[in-house]
């Protein structure tokens, strides 16, 4: 990058910065859109920490997500996964990748668009689907037929990912110019929340 670039780049963020004030930024959507490594680039960028709720999640129970779901299932899962989000929100400008049901749950969903900027990050199925199979660490994903069920997923899915305040296009470009789209989107937004309220 040049120095324009750069230059411009951090005016944006820091752009970013202010008007979020201490807002979240939460990212939500399916497996494989990019939550968890282009919200650790997007928090890099505007010099903010960066959490993800399933490493939260394992953290606390000092085991891997394939495991929570073997030896507990998922219904305590999901309940971990309230508690940890409602706890890492109250964190002055958190950037938050969540895991792809997060924000399927009423109370959760109601708690992130209540305290942060929520952004779906949306993927059509071959980008997500050869994403997600790269590793075998989704247990929902261990199903006879795997694309049929992530297919599954987003119809069940897409309806609510579509109330987050921001949508993102999770492109088939590097994740750091993904990360500077939901900067672009998420200014955007913000300025036209502003103008709207002023
Ligand atoms: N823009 C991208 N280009 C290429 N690979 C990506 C991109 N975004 C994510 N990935 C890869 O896809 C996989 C899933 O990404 P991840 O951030 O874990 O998604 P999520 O947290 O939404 O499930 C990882 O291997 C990641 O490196
Ligand atoms: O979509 C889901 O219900 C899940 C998504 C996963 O996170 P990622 O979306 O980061 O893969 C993880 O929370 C768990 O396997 C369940
Ligand atoms: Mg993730």
Do not use: C, H
Not at 58 to 65: F, G, H, L, R
């Amino acid at each position: 990058m040049n120095r324009p670039d750069a230059a411009l780049r951090q005016a944006r963020a820091e752009q970013l910065v202010e008007r979020l004030g201490g807002r979240p930024l939460v990212l939500v959507g399916m497996m494989g859109a990019g939550k968890t490594t282009v919200g650790r680039r997007l928090a890099a960028r505007l010099n903010r920490n960066f959490l993800d709720s399933d490493e939260e999640i394992e953290k606390a129970a000092q085991m891997t997500i394939p495991e929570i779901f073997e030896q507990r299932g998922e219904p305590e899962f999901r309940a971990g996964e309230t508690r940890v989000i409602a706890r890492v929100l109250k964190e002055y400008g958190v950037v938050l990748a969540t895991g792809g049901g997060a924000f399927v749950n009423l109370e959760t969903r109601a708690l992130m668009k209540g305290e942060a900027v929520t952004v779906w990050l949306k993927a059509e199925i071959d980008i997500l689907f050869e994403r997600v199979s790269r590793r075998s660490n989704r247990p929902l994903l261990k199903t006879a037929n795997p694309r049929a069920t992530l297919q599954k997923l987003i119809d069940d899915r897409y309806p609510i990912y579509a109330e987050a305040d921001v949508t993102v296009i999770s492109r088939d470009v590097p994740q750091d110019a993904v990360a500077g789209d939901v900067v672009e989107a998420v200014l955007s937004y913000l300025k036209r929340q502003d103008r709207s309220d002023g």
